[in-house]
């Protein structure tokens, strides 16, 4: 367990774990800004693409969060972190050199897989490194952070007219950079008992009180990934608003979210109160989805579109419970599954909207009566947060019932 003082060995390390979250973040999201030409370049319909840029990718991710925080926790952080930058930086240049949509993909799955220690890794330095009473500031923090990656990937690199081959070779040599900070300047941390984490991996996954996290978490999460992602902006075409104020609004969300990580976790901290912090962030997003769904006049979407991302910010929260919730040998694995909840829910609930989008009469285009009935996945999600937020969770300075005696 940390103290309630920053070291400066511990803040390098966290420093280092922070620049590979964003570093795999980039990586996650970069080939959505080279769509055409890799299209083109590989010879490949829009479907492949999806494949290879994002269904691949977020799939092999998030089935490997829980056996990323066993691995994590059986040979401890800097191998960890050697394992992710490495297989990350080797993937980006072989990804520059595909001549095939085969090896792309492999690649990209390759990356998936280096990617998948990004954020594990960090909520782990943070677990183990930074000052206990400021936990949920440090995983928003790391959040807003890693936020920053997706911004780039989609900002300036738009500004510039560097081909996709020479960016993933130089983010190739980022990764080797990345690998040999590493080497050098990250101590290893403990490494637990196989008998030990067996015993507690069994005892942590048949208690209700980690599953009802993961619960809020993708709950809370999963309304701005997907309406940001896939057909948020036609929706709100659909309401009247121009393309233009689509893009900026879904951008509040992200802004909210970027701003709501670190001020929901110091307040959080400071007032020592993390269930009622996660209570109002689900009130607060099934509220905000309702009137981006149902409200008639769409004059205040701008400020509900920034609300809900402070909303789906609360996530933080509750990988800061999870923190201080769990037996710290497993920690890591508790926070596992509320990545992989989240990651394998996205991943699920895109195409499942689609499938509903697509049930329509496709002779002509879905209409917006059909995009609300098709959003109810959505719905249901934040829903189900609200009411496990409400009813299942208790106050977070009760001991639970899966910590070791």
């Known amino acids: 367990m940390a103290e309630n003082k920053l070291k400066t060995k511990d803040f390098i390390v966290w420093s280092i774990s922070i620049l590979f979250f964003l570093y ?65 930086a080797v993937s980006s240049i072989g990804f520059s050199y595909s001549p095939t949509y085969a090896c792309a993909l492999t690649c990209r799955m390759v990356m998936g897989f280096g990617a998948s220690f990004g954020f594990m890794c960090v909520l782990m330095v943070v677990q183990e490194r930074m000052p206990r009473k400021h936990i949920a500031l440090f ?14 990937a989609a900002g300036p690199l738009h500004t510039t007219n560097i081909s996709w081959r020479p960016v993933f070779i130089y983010l190739g040599l980022f990764g080797a950079f990345l690998v040999l900070l590493v080497l050098f300047l990250v101590e290893n941390t403990a490494q ?8 507690s991996f069994k005892k942590l996954f048949s208690n209700a009180w980690p599953w009802y996290i993961a619960l809020i978490s993708t709950g809370l999460y999963i309304a701005l990934d997907y309406l940001s992602a896939n057909e948020g902006r036609t929706f709100l075409a659909l309401k009247g608003i121009t ?50 769904l149902y409200a008639p006049s769409t004059s205040l979407l701008h400020l509900v579109f920034f609300l809900l991302g402070i909303s789906a910010s609360g996530l933080g ?64 999600m934040s829903a189900i947060a609200l009411v496990v937020s409400l009813f299942f969770i208790k106050k977070t300075y009760l001991k639970p019932s899966f910590l070791p005696a």
């Open 24 to 88: 795999e973040f980039f990586l996650r999201t970069v080939t959505g800004s080279y769509q055409n030409p890799l299209m083109q370049d590989l010879n490949i319909s829009a479907l492949q693409f999806s494949l290879m840029s994002s269904t691949m990718f977020v799939l092999l991710y998030g089935s490997m969060q829980i056996p990323v925080g066993f691995i994590i926790s059986r040979i401890g952080i800097k191998k960890s972190l050697l394992i992710g930058t490495f297989f990350c």
């Open 317 to 380: 929260v509750g990988l800061a419970m999870v923190s201080e919730q769990t037996d710290k040998q497993l920690v890591v694995i508790g926070f596992g599954l509320t990545n992989a909840m989240i990651s394998i829910t996205a991943s699920i609930n895109a195409p499942l909207i689609g499938l509903l989008l697509d049930s329509s009469d496709r002779a002509k285009p879905a209409s917006l009566s059909h995009y609300l009935l098709s959003f109810t996945p959505l719905l249901v």
């Open 243 to 292: 393309p233009s104020s689509a893009a900026y609004m879904i951008s509040l969300g992200w802004a909210g979210y970027a701003i709501g990580c670190p001020l929901l976790g110091f307040l959080s901290d400071k007032l020592n109160r993390k269930t009622q912090t996660l209570q109002l962030s689900a009130i607060l997003g099934f509220v905000t989805l309702l009137i981006i």
């Open 192 to 199: 637990h008992k196989q008998e030990k984490i067996s015993f």
């Open 139 to 152: 995983i928003g923090l790391s959040q807003f952070i890693g936020t920053l990656g997706p911004m780039l």
